[in-house]
């Protein structure tokens, strides 16, 4: 197993090296107050598609979903009405954003941040229907610009004790292998709590995301 994962870290490692030279991407963004900068990526599986900008110690995610009105995954410029990140593409949201008349499409946005390693707590924040807006401008060289500002809902996850227990080794080993590629890659692997093996905390709050600009450039 140890050889395994050595080579696994060894083969994304390289890759990494590969994609961080031909990445060119920006995201920039006041999170409650400070800043946060990464490269993000597009990620696409099937004719499912978003953006992602990630980053390690702690593991954090911004992830930004684009849809049309057939709740396809799409990014063409204009303005996007932000809309509930836990079910955005509802019959309610396109319906609303289609009727005001001035929108691209719908967006979903969700943030999320490890407030205990290895990946034992986090911190979420998920866009509501609260009339915000992300704006898609075409920039040169086939680069796409997002602007967005967003109050997101923020809730609390804990590691269900009977995971860190009955998951044991086993699970420790899965996550820091999560994390290697997380780092190596830039993609978001496992890094929401929700459905794998933690509880939602009492605990609520805002988080608030100010002037955010994403740069990439289309796959």
Known sequence: MKATFSLVFALLTIFSAQAQLANDNTLAVQIDGKEYKTQPRQIQIGNYAYFTGNSTKPDRMLRVWLGDFNGRAVSEPGLYLIVNADRPDTRENIKRAQD???YRGIAA?????ETKTPRMEYHVGDSQNNNETLEVKSVSDGFIELSFNATLSGTYWKEKASATVFGGLGR???KIEDKVVTSATGYDNNIDPEGNGYKKQDKTDTVILKDGKMRLKKN
């Open 109 to 113: 946005i969700r943030y999320v941040e």
């Open 100 to 102: 005001l008349g001035k």
């Open 172 to 174: 420790l080993r899965d």
